[in-house]
């Protein structure tokens, strides 16, 4: 009996056994490459979520800029800007920041809609112009 025994341990012994240095180095290095592929997959991603959450928030701004000129027969002037549809209630919540935590700018009369207003988000950079992710959003 105390023969079988013995045989078990071993065999379990060899079981357990672990893994070496350069094993383990191996299993870092494809999960560091692994990262690598889905990080700049995400970013990609991520920036271009950003885009389109800037261009539905200036969408419900029109939708309350367009309930505001109903009854008051004009869009808010600039220096009444977006905040004009929070206080009369034609928006719920507070005036938002773009996704990059800058101001949307209001512009009435608009310098690309001059019969309407403009609506833009600068972009990534806050800043006018640019390109990519700085590139402005200005409502259609």
Known sequence: MRAGTQLARRAASRSVRGMTLIEIM????????IAGVVGVAVMGRFAE???????????GFEDGLRLYKLKHSRFPTTAEGLAALYSE????????????GNDYVYLAPGTVHPDGYDILSYGGDGKPGGDGDDADIVNK
């Open 26 to 33: 191996v299993v870092v290095a494809i999960l560091g490459m």
């Open 49 to 59: 979520a950003k885009r389109s959450t800037a261009e539905l928030d200036i969408k």
């Open 89 to 100: 209630r034609y928006l719920d919540g507070e005036l938002k920041k773009d996704p990059w």
